[in-house]
């Protein structure tokens, strides 16, 4: 009916003051207050004396409202205490304790790697408890995941005010940084709103995994590279089929991860109507050639068939010489031929199997899965979808 309360009301007006101070600390009025009030501390920290004025003590009343509400990004860490500010997730300052001794004063940029931009791992391990270490290096997850595989560069050091920073990075920045950058705001946005209406809070890598998968998406569906257009007709793209009905597709790949020395393994099932039944990674720790790597993955995707009970598959690869090598009739005598012969053995468990060769735009998903294989580690997705495949299982039904 338009009544306000008029104590929140002017809480509000006095907050917008007091963030006014906090945003252009070098303004005359900012520069007054704090030679008077907070010389040696900032504006945080400041304090209400006997003898401060009405309008101090009327921006401390506006200045409640917004550290309610106010998220503190850790940045280089210089400015943060490790034992006094609310920094850790769920872990209120005063329970705050360390493994060994720490100076009162103690920043978290001791906690920072500087080289690498990220949290160093063996010190917070060696300063903090399993539980509290987790969320600490759970913090700039998002943004550093991301940031490593796109290899973003935010020009954080030109920052000044957030309205400067963004005008600044839309100038300097590629369509395809801006695009990364807009997705990851959105996609951090969204989360948060998520946990305010009470929605399962989404785990920092997770969340990061469906930022990546959303920018390749739009790499390869919606970004028009210039090409040279030619008079003759182009072949059509190549596109994700459907089995018949009454039998399941099964999308197959290998990735090799050189600097781990370790092979992940990506497996995709769906059914005739392109409706997701199964995801499945597997992470080996070891190296080996691309074909027999593809190998072992067709290996694992039969054998999978079989333990679950899908008797009639069709079995997809974008490895044209091992489905060479699994149709030929006769043994293979090869180096991959001992992971061959096993393929054939446990094939011949099943009632029905179609081995297929697709072509890589057609197994992408089974290529994303095998890719995330390091972060996924060995795992098994029946109920929920991986995020990071989610918009290209749609793509292709489309």
């Known amino acids: ?176 940084a801006v695009i990364i950058l807009a997705v990851m705001v959105w996609h951090i946005w969204n989360a948060r709103n998520g946990v305010r209406h009470d929605e399962p809070f989404k785990h920092p890598h997770s969340l990061a995994e469906q930022i990546l998968a959303y920018i390749d998406m739009i790499q390869l569906h919606l970004i028009k590279h210039r090409t040279n257009h030619r008079r003759e007709a182009t072949a059509p793209t190549p596109s994700w089929s459907p089995p018949l009905e009454g039998r399941i597709v099964i999308n197959v790949d290998a990735a090799l991860f050189s600097a781990s020395s370790r092979t992940g393994v990506g497996v995709v099932v769906r059914n005739h109507k392109g409706e997701f039944l199964a995801a499945h990674s597997q992470l080996l720790d070891e190296t080996m050639t691309p074909e027999i790597a593809e190998a072992h993955a067709i290996r694992c995707a039969v054998s999978l068939a079989r333990d679950e009970g899908w008797n009639r598959i069709v079995l997809a690869s974008d490895c044209l010489a091992v489905i060479q090598r699994i149709k030929a009739p006769e043994r293979d005598k090869s180096l991959v031929g001992v992971v061959i012969e096993d393929i054939k053995f446990l094939a011949h468990s099943l009632s029905s199997v179609t081995f297929r060769h697709v072509s890589r735009l057609c197994n992408n998903s089974a290529h994303t899965v095998a890719r995330r294989a390091e972060s996924f580690g060995t795992s098994f997705f029946r109920v929920s979808v991986p995020d990071c495949i989610r918009d290209k299982l749609c793509l292709d039904v489309i």
């Open 1 to 176: 009916m338009g009544f306000r309360d008029m104590v929140l009301f002017n809480q509000a007006m006095l907050g917008r003051q007091a963030w006014r101070l906090l945003t252009e600390p070098d303004s005359l009025c900012a520069r007054v207050l704090k030679g008077r009030y907070f010389p040696d501390t900032d504006f945080w920290n400041a304090t209400k004396p006997r003898s401060s004025s009405y309008t101090w003590r009327s921006i401390l009343f506006g200045k409640e409202l917004v550290q309610a509400g106010v998220r503190w990004g850790i940045g280089n860490g210089k400015n943060t205490k490790i034992l006094h500010d609310n920094w850790i997730p769920d872990v209120s300052p005063d329970r705050v304790t360390t493994l060994n001794p720490l100076p009162t004063n103690a920043t978290v940029d001791l906690l920072l790697d500087e080289e690498a931009c990220t949290w160093d791992e063996e010190v917070v391990r060696d300063l903090f408890d399993d539980t509290t270490a987790v969320k600490i290096l759970a913090v700039p997850e998002v943004w550093s995941r991301v940031k490593a595989r796109t290899h973003l560069k935010l020009h954080r050091s030109l920052f000044t005010t957030t309205k400067s920073w963004v005008f600044d990075f839309l100038d300097r920045a590629s369509d395809h």
